[in-house]
């Protein structure tokens, strides 16, 4: 029996990249299950990045399919724009729409900042930020045409707050920040909406890593957030999310109440001697956009917008 306010995407076709394991395979059970058609994309290849299989993205199809779910399998990469306009139009060819994309697809290479390669640093960056544009773009035409869209991006603590031997993966998921804030904008009169997750969960890029915590960090608990997120239900856009072992929280960019020259050019002295209020995050602010905090600037200068 189907329960009141209860989520479900039945007439909706969601597409997940990096879908054949770990999370992203998590969130493409739980759409199918809640009756999504679902495009299961996954290049299929190692935790780097390297090799590549027809296997993981068939699996999770297979499974889906047992389960009494529709699906699909795409095998493109998500690192060229030709990858993701063939990743939109298996969606489109199998399932004639696109309502839902998570971009969700990963690898890693860590290392100390000063032992990066060149393809370190390229090849992660493709992955995580330029693919969210190549598989964004077809799907956010798509999605504008029809007045209705949901996107999800996957950033990552080793981003908002920064970890050892990430520079390259940290620097990617940020900027993923900074895509969400700027299609959230574009998106929003089209019913557009675009949120950030950054999940904590046991799967082949964390499992030597979690330690204790790898027990209780089942991918599954962040999938209801993902759901949520992607849901007609879902009236905000441009915010990030933490989730992981149950727990789930909201993270920020904040503004503190900053303190102001009364208009003079001052000296660098002048910046230590205010430097505790000039950082002081008592009373912040959330602005929504650019616009809003420039609106902030102006209201202390006293310059009506
Ligand atoms: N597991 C965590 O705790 C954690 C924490 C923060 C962020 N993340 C992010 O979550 C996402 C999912 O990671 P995961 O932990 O499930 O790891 P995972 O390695 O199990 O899953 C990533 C999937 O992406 C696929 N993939 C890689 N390159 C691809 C490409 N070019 N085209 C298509 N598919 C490709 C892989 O084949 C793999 O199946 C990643 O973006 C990762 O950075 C994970």
């Not at 939109?88 to 971009?103: N, P």
């Not at 981003?159 to 050892?164: A, I, S, T």
Request: with cysteine; net charge negative.
């Amino acid at each position: 029996m189907k329960k009141e306010n209860e989520i479900r995407f039945d007439d909706q076709v969601v597409i997940v990249t990096g879908a054949g394991a770990g999370l992203g395979r998590a969130y493409a059970l739980l759409f199918a299950e809640r009756g999504a058609r679902v495009v299961v994309n996954d290049l299929g290849g190692n935790v780097h990045g390297q090799g590549g299989s027809t296997n993981s993205a068939d699996q999770v199809v297979s499974e889906i399919n047992a389960a009494g779910g529709i699906a699909v399998a795409s095998y493109d990469s998500v690192v060229t724009p030709e990858g993701g306009v063939s990743i939109i139009d298996t969606a489109v060819q199998h399932y004639g729409r696109v309502d839902v994309l998570i971009h969700n697809a990963g690898i890693l290479r860590d290392k100390s900042f000063l032992k990066l390669e060149e393809d370190d640093v390229r090849d992660v960056m493709d992955v995580h930020l330029n693919a969210a544009f190549w598989v964004c773009q077809p799907a956010f035409e798509l999605m504008k045409q029809q007045n209705f869209g949901r996107i999800a991006f996957t950033t990552s603590a080793s981003g908002l707050f920064g970890n050892f031997g990430q520079a390259n993966y940290g620097a990617a998921k940020t900027g993923l920040i900074g895509l969400m804030r700027v299609l959230s904008i574009e998106g929003a009169r089209y019913d557009i909406k675009v949120n950030c997750v950054a999940p904590s969960a046991r799967t082949r890029m964390t499992e030597d890593l979690l330690g204790p915590l790898t027990e209780r960090l089942d991918p599954r608990h962040v999938a209801p957030l993902i759901a949520y997120l992607c849901s007609r239900q879902c009236e905000f856009s441009s915010e990030i999310f933490s989730a992981g072992g149950g727990r789930f929280a909201r993270v920020f960019l904040g503004l503190g109440p900053g303190w102001y020259s009364g208009g003079e050019i001052v000296e660098p002295e002048t910046v230590a001697e205010h430097i505790d209020s000039i950082r002081n995050v008592d009373n912040y602010i959330i602005p929504k956009t650019g616009n809003e905090e420039l609106e902030i600037l102006l209201s202390t200068l006293g310059i009506k917008p």
